[in-house]
C-alpha cells in the first residue's frame, strides 16, 4: 500500500529552539525526522505510524563537527557526507569516517544523519561499533536542559532508547585519546554499497607493557541493539594478547552474543563471523610491536 | 481543496518554482506529478535504486526520500536541466556515444549521480566512479559501459589505460 501524504502532518520550525518548544508542548505527539532515510522508507510503504512530524533538516545548530582540545563534538545533524569530509575527524577517529562510508552509497550519506542513525537503533546500524569503540557520549537536549549519556547506555532495548519523549539528541562527543590504541572497524554484509550489515565488529585496544590495557569492542547484529562486548573485554583486559587467551575472548564473545535469524543471515552464522571478527582484531593486535 | 496547503517554494534547474502540496509528498512525486519534470524515475521508492537522483542545493540525493517540506528554498537541479538551448551535456552525449544507455529507466540517476561526481572530481579513478554510482542500479545496459560513458565524459581519468581495460 502507497503512503498518503495528506494523512501526516509535517512542521518545519526551522530553529532548535522552537523544535524544542513544541517537543515540550505536548511530549510524545511529535516525531522527529532529519534526512529521512528511514521515515520516508515507511512513509512510501504506507507503514508510517506517525501523523505528526518535526523536521529537524536545515537546522544549522544541530548540523557541525567542532574539534575541541580533548573531544570531537558532532552535531546529531551532521550527515555521513559531512564526517567523511571532516579531514581531522577523519584522520584522528578513522573508525568514524569508515563506517560513515559504508553507508549507502552518496544521495544517503548526504541526507541520513549520524544522530537518526544512533536514535533509530537498528541493531544493525553502521555508525554504532565505531562509536562503542571510541567510547563516546552523547548529549541529549529538552526545554529542561542538557544532560550526557554514555553512548553506550543508550540503548535499552530493541528499538528503545534513554531518550524522554520531550527530549533529542544534540551531539555526539567523542574523545580525542586514541592516537596510540589499536583501531579496528569491519562490516560483513554482502555488497560494500547499500547493503545492511549481516554483522559488524569495532574495536579499540591500547597494548602497554605487553599486556592489554585498555580495550572496547562495540558490535553490530550481535543483540538486540548495538552494544558493547563486555565479557569478551573481561576476558582480554591486563592479559597478554597470546594464542590462548584469543581463544578465551572469542568464547566469551559466543557466550554472551545473543544474534537472531532474520533475512539476512542466521544467528549462527552471525556469533560465528562475531568470533571471527575478533580473532582477526587481536591476530593483528597480537603482532603490534609492544612500544 | 489543493488551495488549502501553504505554498512551498524552491528552485528547479533556475526557475523559481510553488507549489501548494501537502508537506508530506515526496520531492519526486511533486517533480512528477505537480511540475511535470518526468525526466525523474522512481525505482524503489526506498533509497535503494538512485533512479529518482537529483541534486538539491549541489548535493545528490534520492527524492523518494525527500518531504517536499524539506526543499523549501533549496536549488533542485533534475536531468531536465543537464541540456541547454537543445545542446546535449557532455555526459548524455557520451552516454549515446558509448552505448550507456538501454532501457533508460535508471539513465536520469545515473546522469545525476555522473554529475555530481565530475562536478566535484573532474577526473575520477575507476574506483571512484564506481563508488559515486554505486547508489545507482542498473538492470539492463550493464556498469561497464555506464561507467566508459563517464570516462570519455570526463575525457581522461587517473590510472585509467583505456576503455576496456577494467572490462577484462
Same mark, same amino acid.
Given at each position: ?9 509535517l ?20 516525531t ?7 521515515l520516508m ?7 508510517? *505510524? ?7 533538516w536545515?537546522?544549522?545548530?544541530m ?17 555521513f ?7 581531522e ?13 559504508w553507508?549507502?552509497?552518496?544521495a544517503?550519506?548526504n ?15 553502521d ?7 571510541? *567510547?563516546?557520549?552523547?548529549e ?5 536542559g ?5 553512548y ?12 524522554? %519523549? ?6 555526539i ?31 579499540t ?12 569492542l ?13 565479557k ?13 587467551t ?12 545473543? %544474534?537472531?535469524? *532474520? ?28 612500544p | ?21 501537502p ?25 535503494? $535504486?538512485?533512479? $529518482? ?6 548535493e ?10 524539506q ?31 538501454q ?18 572530481n573532474?577526473h ?13 542500479? $542498473?538492470?539492463?545496459?550493464g ?25 577484462r
Open positions: 500500500m502507497r503512503g498518503n501524504p495528506e494523512a501526516h502532518e512542521l518545519a520550525p526551522g530553529n532548535l529552539a522552537a523544535v524544542l518548544a513544541l517537543l515540550a508542548e505536548s511530549p510524545g505527539e511529535w522527529p525526522i532529519a534526512g529521512g532515510t528511514e522508507v515507511a512513509h512510501a510503504a504506507g507503514r508510517l *505510524d506517525a501523523k505528526k512530524l518535526v523536521s529537524l536545515g537546522i544549522a545548530e548540523r557541525f563537527t567542532r574539534s575541541e582540545a580533548d573531544r570531537f563534538v558532532i552535531g546529531a545533524g551532521a550527515t557526507g559531512d564526517l567523511r569530509a571532516h579531514a575527524l577523519a584522520a584522528e577517529l578513522p573508525l568514524i569516517a569508515k563506517a560513515a562510508s553507508i549507502g552509497a552518496i544517503n550519506q541526507r541520513a544523519t549520524i544522530g537518526g542513525n544512533l536514535v533509530n537503533g537498528s541493531p544493525a546500524a555508525s554504532s561499533p565505531a562509536m562503542l569503540a571510541y *567510547d563516546t557520549e552523547v541529549l537536549i529538552s526545554v529542561r542538557t544532560r550526557r549519556v554514555a553506550s547506555a543508550f540503548h535499552t532495548g530493541y528499538k528503545r532508547n534513554v531518550l524522554a %519523549p520531550d527530549e533529542l539528541m544534540l551531539a562527543h567523542a574523545p580525542r585519546r586514541f592516537a596510540k590504541h589499536r583501531q579496528y572497524l569491519r562490516k560483513v554484509g554482502p555488497r560494500r554499497a547499500m547493503a545492511i550489515a549481516k554483522v559488524a565488529l569495532g574495536a585496544a591500547l597494548v602497554e607493557n605487553g599486556a592489554v590495557n585498555e580495550i572496547r562495540g558490535a553490530a547484529s550481535l543483540a538486540p541493539f548495538p552494544t558493547r562486548l563486555h569478551a573485554e573481561a576476558a582480554l583486559q591486563g592479559r597478554q594478547v597470546t594464542a590462548e584469543i581463544e578465551t575472548a572469542c568464547s566469551e564473545l559466543l557466550a554472551e552474543a545473543r %544474534p537472531i535469524d *532474520d533475512i539476512r543471515s542466521t544467528a549462527e552464522y552471525r556469533r560465528h563471523v562475531g568470533a571471527n571478527l575478533l580473532k582477526e582484531f587481536l591476530l593483528e593486535l597480537g603482532r603490534e610491536p609492544v | 481543496m489543493s488551495a488549502d496547503w501553504p505554498a512551498i517554494r524552491f528552485i528547479v534547474n533556475g526557475e523559481s518554482r510553488a507549489v501548494r502540496v508537506a508530506m509528498k515526496r520531492l519526486l512525486d511533486v517533480l512528477r506529478e505537480d511540475l511535470r519534470l518526468t525526466g525523474t524515475k522512481e525505482g524503489c521508492g526506498e533509497g535503494e $535504486c538512485g533512479s $529518482c537522483s537529483v541534486r538539491m542545493n549541489g545528490l540525493v534520492n527524492s523518494c526520500l525527500v518531504p517536499v517540506l526543499a523549501e528554498g533549496a536549488e533542485i537541479e533534475t536531468v531536465e536541466g543537464l541540456s541547454s538551448n537543445g545542446a546535449l551535456h557532455p555526459l548524455q552525449q557520451a552516454f549515446l556515444e558509448c552505448g550507456g544507455a532501457c533508460g529507466i535508471c539513465t536520469p540517476g545515473m546522469l545525476m549521480a555522473a554529475t555530481h561526481l565530475l562536478a566535484r573532474p575520477p579513478s575507476l574506483a571512484e566512479i564506481r563508488e559515486g554510482l554505486a547508489g545507482n542500479l $542498473c538492470r539492463c545496459t556498469f561497464i559501459r555506464i561507467f566508459e560513458s563517464v570516462i570519455a565524459a570526463a575525457g581522461s581519468t587517473r590510472g585509467h589505460r583505456g576503455p576496456a581495460d577494467h572490462a
